[in-house]
Structure formats: C-alpha cells, structure tokens
C-alpha cells in the first residue's frame, strides 16, 4: 500500500484503486487505463507572472482551459505552467503525476487550489496516487474529508474554456 493510500486509510477515506501502465497526458489515459467511475480529472500546475503563486487546476480532461481568462478570475499578471522543481517541492510529484491528493506534501499551503464547478459537482473523481500508474477513485464526500485532513482552503469556479473552432 502506498503513502498516500495508507494516509487515505487512515483518515477513513474509502477509495477504488484501478492500475494500469505509466500514463502522461489525458490521450495516454483514455488508451490505456480501465474503464473506471468518477469523473476523469485533468489538474494544471501552473503559477503566476513572478512565481510567487501557484496554483493547482481540477478540471474535467476534455476541457481545453482559457489560461487567459482564468488569469483575470485568479487576479493573476499571468499564467503559466509551475516548473518541475515547485511541482516536486509542493506537491511531491513528477509532471503527467499531478493530482490533487499531492496536498498532503504541501503542510503550508502553498498551492491555491481550485476545482471547476462541473468536477465539484460530481459524485466521485478519478485521481493519480502520486504515481501515475495507477487510478484512485474517490467520492465527493471522501474528497472532501481529504481537503479537511489536510487543511487546505479551496475554491470552486466555473474554470474557463477556450473557445471551440
């Protein structure tokens, strides 16, 4: 059992485990992971102009994010992807890892996170377990235990899209 599920065990957060190969970027997972419950999750680490926030996007994988857009709701001068070294310091995970379950490294809360509206809503959502050859599937209220246990602040939004051509 990993770190992050015997943490989950421990808080009493029940979870489905679901394995599979190394997967790096929503495509890879729709090839190659299980059919599985939840919503499919995409998370964006990302940080703002001068590095000094970052921020952690949960959003549906399907969904092309307007950095732009979200740039004015986040009242950040930019945005842009965080660099592997904060995604490590902060979340103790490696890029096509990223997963909101990551918080549980980050004990000064550090990373804003914020869930689009439409995976807050949901009934359960799929997540990495730090690594990203394997799937938890968690539910809401679990997801919600997990942000309690370990005390990070979030926001939920309607995550801006790109427009479609």
Not at 58 to 70: C, M, Q
């Amino acid at each position: 059992m990993s770190t992050i599920e015997t943490f989950l065990t421990d808080h009493h957060i029940p979870f489905e485990k679901f394995e599979h190969p190394a997967v790096f970027t929503c495509e890879e997972s729709e090839l190659l992971a299980p059919e599985m419950p939840g919503a499919d999750t995409k998370n964006l680490f990302l940080r703002d102009g001068k590095g000094k926030r970052h921020f952690l996007v949960v959003v549906g994988h399907e969904k092309r994010v307007d950095l732009k857009a979200l740039r004015t709701l986040l009242n950040a001068d930019k945005l842009s992807f965080g660099s592997v070294e904060k995604l490590l310091e902060f979340l103790g995970v490696t890029p096509g890892s990223a997963t909101v379950l990551g918080l549980v490294t980050d004990a000064n809360n550090e990373v804003e996170v914020i869930f689009d509206l439409s995976i807050w809503k949901a009934d359960a959502i799929q997540c990495h377990p730090m690594v990203n050859t394997a799937t938890l599937v968690i539910a809401h209220r679990g997801l919600e235990d997990f942000l309690l246990a370990v005390k990070h602040s979030y926001r939920v939004m309607e995550i801006p899209a790109m427009p479609t051509l």
